[in-house]
């Protein structure tokens, strides 16, 4: 080892022997120390890997928080709220201040949320990123005290919902509500060849019918409010299956009446909700996706269906694996 060697070999022993080990609790940032800190998120372009192309969509997802939901009663309840938040990104700088995703959120969690407050965080987003797009998704569980069918007893209904914010280059800002709906279908075919036997051969057959599931996205018109309660509503009056919480011997048989009542193929369910939604015009655009979870077949049958407003909703969902109940 020649002495250049040695000489660079003796003082990294003794830099690292000078080195602290050990979490010092008391110490205090100052704004002098805070300004030596490396920060290569914002470094040049030439620091960039990779082709020097814009993103479309860069943030934080599945950030958790209770937050303030506004029921139809314009009361609030409070929700575990999963928040996905992301901005555009330009060609030429490396990267956003991820943290400032949530930093940002977190000034508004304590305001009641709805979907015109989403607008005002996208704003916020937009300005403090320079972005010229930003998109929010807040997702919960929503729960309604629903009745039995004849027992008069009373449970909670939980609903998965998704409120969608999407705020575009020129500040237009299409605001979106996720519905899901869990229901009954009792096929109509498998009823009539069950009454079949019944009437030819005297001999007792049931149709069969599976936990089934609607998800509805519903765009909702500028100016206009649409609360969960409304698209719950509007869900009933369309299928009227809905699966029940609380029940006793009088409402499993009421259900087995209701089912019989309201038979289904996956067709029927999306073109009655079709006719619900198109008809209620604070709702601008739609996509409806149904899937009946077969329990004659293996496999499930799905259907999707759109209002067909021009740039809007695709009748096309990426993963019908996500409406198995």
């Known amino acids: 080892m020649d002495n250049e060697n040695k000489i660079t070999s003796s003082q990294a022993v003794a830099d690292e022997k000078s080195i602290k080990r050990g979490y010092n609790k008391n110490y ?44 139809k009663e314009n009361e609030t309840v409070s929700l575990e709220t999963s928040v996905t938040g992301t901005v555009s990104h330009t060609a030429d700088t490396k990267g956003i201040n991820m943290s400032r995703i949530i930093r940002t959120f977190y000034t508004f969690k304590d305001r009641i949320f709805t979907l015109e407050l989403l607008e005002e965080i996208l704003l916020r987003y937009k300005e403090d990123h320079g972005s010229s797009r930003a998109h929010l998704k807040l997702g919960f569980s929503y729960p309604l005290l629903q009745k039995s069918l004849r027992s008069n007893l009373e449970g909670y209904q939980y609903y998965d919902v998704v409120f969608e914010s999407i705020l575009d280059d020129l500040d237009r800002c299409r605001k979106i ?57 509007h869900c009933l009056n369309a299928l009227q299956t809905e699966s029940q919480v609380m029940v006793k011997r009088e409402d499993e048989q009421a ?16 073109r ?31 259907s999707v269906i759109n209002k ?11 993963d019908f694996k996500s409406l198995i109940c």
């Open 308 to 318: 067909g407003v021009n740039g809007g909703f695709k009748s096309e969902i990426d």
């Open 255 to 270: 259900f087995a009446e209701l089912n019989g009542s309201y038979v289904k193929f996956v067709e029927d369910a999306a």
């Open 28 to 71: 205090t940032v100052t704004d002098e120390y805070r300004n030596t800190l490396p920060d290569c998120q914002n470094a040049a372009s030439n620091e960039i890997q990779g082709a020097n192309v814009p993103i479309l969509q860069v943030g934080i997802s599945n950030f958790r928080l209770p937050l303030n939901i506004l029921t």
């Open 272 to 302: 009655l909700l079709y006719e619900q939604l198109d008809a209620d015009e604070r709702i601008v655009d739609f996509q409806i996706a149904c899937a009946h979870l077969e329990s004659l077949h293996s496999h499930d049958a799905v």
């Open 177 to 233: 509500i996720h519905f899901d709906y869990v229901y009954s279908s009792t096929c109509p075919c498998s009823t009539e060849l069950s009454e079949h036997a019944r009437e030819t051969r005297q001999t007792f057959a049931v149709p069969h019918s599976q936990r089934s599931k609607a998800r509805i996205s519903a765009e909702i018109r500028p100016g206009f409010q649409v609360s969960i309660e409304d698209l719950n509503l």
